[in-house]
């Protein structure tokens, strides 16, 4: 009778998965989705094709793989600046000037890894992402407003889901601000104005 032997377990990775989707993100930030080959990738990750491909899958899911490692690592640092403050003004005010720092330091690359480079790539799957990613991060904005209006800090008619959305474009339009030459100075009194625009009083705005 032959004897059966077990399979020898698979062969670990010789690469560490954070540094090697660091390093992709790195690249794609560098030189956008179009202009990334995979031998940028392959030469700045240290791995070989073959290694790309089993790990990682195409080009497309690697770049997915690196947008949301920059959603949990960069623009969750800035989210997580709503809950910095119980005033909402504040955490609103936090939000925006992290959004600035962030902005400011992403325009050394080409500009948001999200709102610039990801918002270039014509391609179904990275638009889906980047919806299902923005409507998360305005529910997020909707969250936190509508707590400050239960709990009397704004006004009961406040609009909350417009300024949730019109937050998130601010956000974005700080990055176009920074990939546009402002100083981290001009970004910071940016900040203080979204803040003070999304939680002014409504006059005329419409829900």
Not at 27 to 45: I, P, R
Request: hydrophobic residues 40%; aromatic residues 6%; proline residues 4%.
């Amino acid at each position: 009778m032959v004897e059966k032997h077990k399979k020898p377990p698979g062969r670990p990775r010789g690469f560490d998965m954070e540094q090697a989707i660091q390093a992709a993100r790195d690249v794609f930030w560098n030189k956008g989705y179009d202009g990334t080959s995979l031998d940028d990738l392959q030469e700045a990750m240290g791995i070989g094709r073959p290694s790309l491909y089993h790990a990682f899958g195409d080009k497309r899911s690697l770049f997915l793989k690196t947008l949301e490692h920059y959603n949990q690592n960069v623009a969750a640092k800035a989210l997580g600046q709503l809950r910095s403050s119980s005033d909402v003004h504040q955490a609103m005010r936090a939000l925006f000037c992290q959004v600035a720092s962030n902005t400011y330091a992403d325009s050394r690359q080409l500009g948001c890894m999200v709102g610039c480079v990801a918002a270039s790539v014509d391609d179904p799957t990275v638009k889906a992402y980047l919806s299902s990613s923005g409507v998360a991060v305005q529910q997020l904005l909707e969250t936190r407003l509508q707590e400050a209006v239960e709990q009397g800090q704004l006004p009961a008619d406040f609009p909350v889901h417009s300024r949730a959305r019109r937050s998130f474009e601010l956000m974005l339009g700080l990055g176009f601000r920074a990939r546009s030459g402002a100083t981290l100075d001009e970004l910071l009194l940016d900040a203080e104005d979204c803040a003070n625009l999304i939680t002014a009083r409504p006059v005329a705005d419409k829900n």
